[in-house]
């Protein structure tokens, strides 16, 4: 087993040992939960353990004076939130945190590379202005003033607005991005100024299989079944575009942020037990809405028979900085 798989799998087995503590390992017992009207201290302590973790990781940045902050994770993973409620707990300890998206500094579109159907590849490193990226971050780190650039997505051209950036002695960088982990990105960075986090929603729930055995629920499922709501209110996708989409979304993971988790400082759960019940609200009627005529009718079908197994919790209970605030919205970031 790969560093990368002990990684993850310590994740998964710290995630798991959690919710038996609390009681919650299986889609019964949530329900159990909900039922008996303990929704509210559910959503609480499933937050509050959150929170701590996010606790633990500023107090780390800042015990070690970690200066960048980069962070990277799978599609739907709540890698923005995370950015956000990272930068709040920085504050709260007397730092001043920068958020710099890393999609500021791909290459202009004609020179992006292309794959071997003639098509933009944007997921590959090279699609990236590395050196740039390096060059300014370096003297950022340096002491120096910078210009920040905005990648326009509509013309395809790196543009710059006046956007200035100097940091102090108290000043943390935040990047989030596919390749954050990936060295070859921050190469003219020294290892001692960066803090890597991987991060990814790892609810270990068991529902019995048909063989009578506990299954456990897919996580991969609960990433989906985020991105077809956020999909849905921001974006203006249906589910039958997300649906057509996800296979390459996941080969985009295999090939560009899987392998790289071994590389992470830090491995953040995402997760959280209540969110199946939370997000059927808002993914039921879109799933409903695939027709039976419809390529993806059986993944929707599938999708809809996971989520019926869960009962429904007040979502008005979920903190407005929740994680999932950023796929069901009514969260305070303006994501």
Known sequence: MGDEQRSITSLKTTAKEWARK????????????????????????????????????????????????????????????????????????????????????????????????????????????????????????????IELPVFNFKTGVREYHGDLLKIGENDVIIMEGIHSLNPKMTYGLADEDKYKIYISPLNQLYVEGEDGEPAKVSTIDSRLLRRIVRDSRTRG???????????????GEEKYIFPYESEADEMFNSGLLYEYTAIRREARPLLLGVDETSEHYQDAARLLRLIDMFHDIDTEYIPANSILREFIGGGCFRI
């Open 22 to 145: 609390v009681g919650i390992d299986s889609i019964d017992r949530l329900n159990e939960m909900i039922d008996s009207g303990k929704g509210l201290e559910l959503i609480l302590v499933c937050e509050a353990m959150q929170s701590n973790c996010m606790y633990e990781i500023a107090r780390k940045v800042s015990e070690q004076k970690r200066r960048i902050i980069l962070i990277s994770g799978p599609s739907s993973a709540g890698k923005t939130t995370l950015s956000h409620r990272l930068s709040i707990q920085l504050r709260a300890m007397g730092l001043r945190p920068h958020a710099i998206a890393a999609d500021n500094y791909f290459v202009n579109r004609e020179d992006n590379p292309k794959d071997e159907n003639g098509n933009y590849d944007f997921e590959c490193l090279e699609a990236m202005d590395l050196e740039t990226l390096n060059r300014d971050m370096t003297r950022l780190l340096d002491g120096e003033e």
């Open 237 to 251: 996708n249906d589910v039958e575009k997300t649906l057509s989409m996800w296979s390459s979304v996941r080969r």
